[in-house]
């Protein structure tokens, strides 16, 4: 029975869908004004994991993520760069599709765009006129009205007494309070623009996603998640213009990933410790990034650091020594791992006790493989299935053990010389053996010797 831990009531839940099996995922994606960064993979990974979870549970799912493309930040870089906005966004989409495919990440069923959804935008923004959630001041902007729905600031706990001390109105701004927050914004010089029942202008951010889920899963849908810092306002203004337009509750439960910290520090531009994707994948193979963003419980703050990429790398070459020499083969036996490894998933999607039975099911492994490889391989089966579901040892073991080896050395010499060591061991050469050992570990390549076989690797 799968629990999961919903923000808006900040206890875990036994997970029930709305619609019997069927599940309905919405997701908050990037604004696509620059490369991915580092926490732009967290939330990727942590969602592709639940995503993974949820099916192999048997769910019917249906996931969502949108693509904001318009929005200030885009408008700003595109200028900046002297080219259109939808021609810089064309650009980042592409780039992001290709971090998610190098990080494993399963692709969404549907991924909206916020330009594709104007239409719907205008009539939920007509809604919420309608019902007086919203005014049009008649400077072309449009504007919710705050302190009209009553339930305002139950997802992320905060007051709206609390939230009025310190908010002012810019000079610019035609609210009729501090809190109120803009639907619609009027057109200003050098924009794009679309035409509307206010006048030409461009959508705010939150009412993109309202129109997006709705549109997409319905009025009221089962999950609906991002990183932790969307709960407010971003999230919080998600459910007032929804649950104010439709009258219905907009999500059942909302699932929120935690920050990436770098070397103990809130990452940030400004400290000069700001990472994307493609930054950290330059260093690192994809899928120790990914291990390190799997092992630690989505809630949680992750710490990136020199430190635990080595231990995520090490985590993985583990796994895959255990799985390395052994013929793949189906999955057979293991069924305790299988019933500790989804007891720990059900509860709130539980990584790190997940990632413990792995390493308990390699200790197993290990044990067997001499004394009875066939068990030992079913049980190696079994350790590619369950990594699977996380995303990771899905690749031939000495691809990865070797992986970083190409323009280090080269592996058609680094072969040759293991069958000049293999012929001088068969010769009882042992000083040409130890040679040819010594000149392979001065040029980074490490061997292993196995029931008459060598397999080599390269040093950490």
Not at 153 to 179: F, H, M, N, T
Request: glycine content about 8%; charged content about 30%.
């Amino acid at each position: 029975m799968l629990n999961i831990y919903n923000t808006l009531s900040k206890t875990k839940e036994v997970f029930k869908p709305l619609d019997g099996n069927k599940v309905r995922m919405y997701v908050c994606g990037m604004t696509v004004y620059d490369f991915c960064h580092l926490g732009h993979g967290r939330s990727m990974v942590a969602f592709d994991l639940a995503t993974r979870w949820l099916r192999y549970s048997g769910y019917d799912l249906t996931y969502v993520r949108n693509i904001t493309d318009i929005d200030d930040k885009i408008i700003n870089r595109a200028n900046e760069n002297g080219e259109s906005f939808d021609a810089l966004t064309a650009r980042m989409i592409d780039a992001m599709h290709e971090d998610e495919r190098r990080l494993n990440i399963l692709p969404p069923d549907l991924e909206p765009r916020a330009t594709d959804h104007i239409p719907g935008m205008h009539a939920m923004i007509q809604t919420l006129i309608d019902k007086g959630y919203a005014y049009a001041p008649g400077n072309g902007d449009v504007y919710y009205r705050v302190g009209k729905f009553v339930g305002y600031g139950k997802l992320s706990r905060k007051k709206i007494e609390d939230l009025r001390i310190g908010a002012r109105i810019e000079v610019d701004e035609a609210k009729q309070d501090p809190l109120d927050f803009v639907l619609w914004k009027g057109v200003k010089p050098g924009e794009p623009s679309w035409e509307s029942p206010w006048g030409a202008g461009r959508p705010g951010w939150h009412i993109e996603c309202s129109v997006m889920s709705t549109c997409c899963l319905g009025e009221s849908f089962d999950i609906h998640g991002g990183g932790s810092d969307l709960e407010f306002p971003h999230h919080e203004n998600e459910i007032a213009q929804s649950e104010a337009a439709t009258g219905k509750q907009y999500a059942n439960s909302w699932m929120h990933c935690g920050m990436i910290r770098i070397n103990g520090e809130k990452m940030s531009k400004s400290l000069n410790n700001f990472f994307t994707i493609r930054d950290v994948l330059e260093k690192y193979h994809p899928e120790v990034v990914r291990y390190l963003l799997v092992s630690s419980h989505y809630r949680s703050a992750i710490n990136y650091s020199e430190d635990s990429l080595r231990d995520s790398k090490g985590a993985l070459e583990r796994f895959y020594h255990a799985l390395r020499g052994l013929p793949i083969v189906a999955p057979q036996g293991g069924d305790e791992y299988v019933e500790r490894f989804a007891a720990a998933m059900n509860d709130d999607f539980g990584t790190p006790e997940a990632c413990a039975v792995l390493f308990d099911l390699v200790r197993e492994i290990n044990r067997l493989r001499e004394s009875e490889p066939q068990t030992a391989a079913g049980l190696a089966g079994r350790l590619r299935e369950l990594g699977g579901l996380l995303g990771v040892l899905q690749l031939d073991a000495d691809d990865f053990l070797r992986a970083g080896a190409e323009g280090k050395v080269d592996a058609a010499e680094v072969e040759a010389l293991i069958q000049a060591r293999l012929q001088a061991r068969a010769d009882k050469n042992w000083g040409e053996s130890d040679r040819i050992r010594d000149q392979l570990a001065a040029m980074g390549v490490v061997l292993e010797d196995k029931k008459g076989e060598t397999t080599w690797r390269l040093a950490d």
